[in-house]
């Protein structure tokens, strides 16, 4: 999906440039919640729809009120056929954001879910071994059988238990 976070990359950076705040993330990650539902997709590209009827239907869809640079963002994001990008604009926008403020996101894979005063404690020492503030999330993934694998960006902590009886078949076969 090179192509599309081709696409995606100028209109991401034109809409941060225009006032890209969190605010602006939080809004632009709704619409592309929203352009993502299939359905939706197919009438934004059905012929017969109108510009002005793909973007009322997914602005009413969205439920909250657009600041006017969001408004004019989704109204050429839609007239250059570029609604199926949005789910990648926004991906794109919220990391220019959190690089402009210092933060990274990071995805936390367990084997259960983790609760939330092991999630803070956690998170401290995320921060400290990644040296950056990171928004967490979580996600369960039971094969782990134990531990965490955390991704931040390009960058992957992986303490799994799983993880470790690679590690140990790998050096028993060698």
């Given at each position: ?14 809409l ?7 605010q602006?993330a939080q ?11 299939a359905q ?12 002005a ?42 990391a220019?954001v ?9 995805i ?12 803070a ?23 782990l ?14 303490t ?15």
């Open positions: 999906m090179a192509e599309l976070a081709t696409i995606a990359r100028p209109y991401a950076e034109a941060f440039k225009a006032g890209g705040d969190a602006a809004q632009l990650n709704v619409l592309a919640a929203v352009a993502a539902n939706l997709q197919q009438f934004a590209d059905n012929p017969k729809a109108e510009p009827q793909v973007y009322d239907l997914v602005a009413s869809v969205a439920g909250l009120p657009l600041t006017p640079a969001l408004q004019n963002f989704l109204r050429t994001v839609i007239d250059n056929g570029r609604l199926a990008a949005l789910p990648e604009i926004a991906a794109q926008f919220q220019l959190n690089a402009r403020s210092g933060v990274s996101d990071a936390v894979y367990s084997a259960f879910p983790i609760e939330d005063a092991a999630l404690e956690l998170s401290s020492a995320l921060e400290k071994r990644f040296g950056r503030k990171l928004n967490l999330s979580v996600r369960v993934d039971p094969e059988i134990g531990g965490v694998r955390v991704v931040v960006g390009d960058e992957v902590l992986d799994s238990v799983k993880a470790r009886l690679e590690q140990m078949k790998v050096a028993l076969t060698a």
